[in-house]
Nanobody
Framework: QVQLVESGGGLVQPGGSLRLSCAASGSILRINFMGWYRQAPGKQRELVATITSGEITNYADSVKERFIISRDNAKNTVYLQMNSLKPEDTAVYFC???????????????WGQGTQVTVSS
């Protein structure tokens, strides 16, 4: 099995910064895509940012120029640096990874349990 564990959420004032981390563990042969999604109350889960194993990144328009996604392949960890936070960034943030497991040639999607980010004064 594969586990994704997020950390770094919390309460921050508008204009502030937070850094989320997500560490993957288990019977991992290779991690392809890693990314962050978020879900605000009453809304659907939406893409925030993704990063490939070759560090090609993709961002939602709403977070471009404010958020930075990065990964440490040696640690199987993905990060999300969030700057200039706005109240509308308030949501539960979920880590996602496409993982090829040992002895299982077909990759599968895995999700973390989510971490709450609240932007409020």
């Amino acid at each position: 099995q594969v586990q994704l564990v997020e950390s770094g959420g919390g309460l921050v004032q508008p204009g502030g910064s937070l850094r989320l981390s997500c560490a993957a563990s288990g019977s991992i042969l290779r991690i392809n895509f890693m990314g962050w999604y978020r879900q605000a109350p009453g809304k659907q889960r939406e893409l925030v940012a993704t990063i490939t194993s070759g560090e090609i990144t993709n961002y939602a328009d709403s977070v471009k120029e404010r958020f930075i996604i990065s990964r440490d392949n040696a640690k199987n960890t993905v990060y999300l640096q969030m700057n200039s936070l706005k109240p509308e960034d308030t949501a539960v943030y979920f880590c996602n990874a496409e993982v090829t497991r040992v002895f299982f040639p077909r990759p599968a999607q895995y999700w973390g349990q989510g971490t709450q980010v609240t932007v409020s004064s």
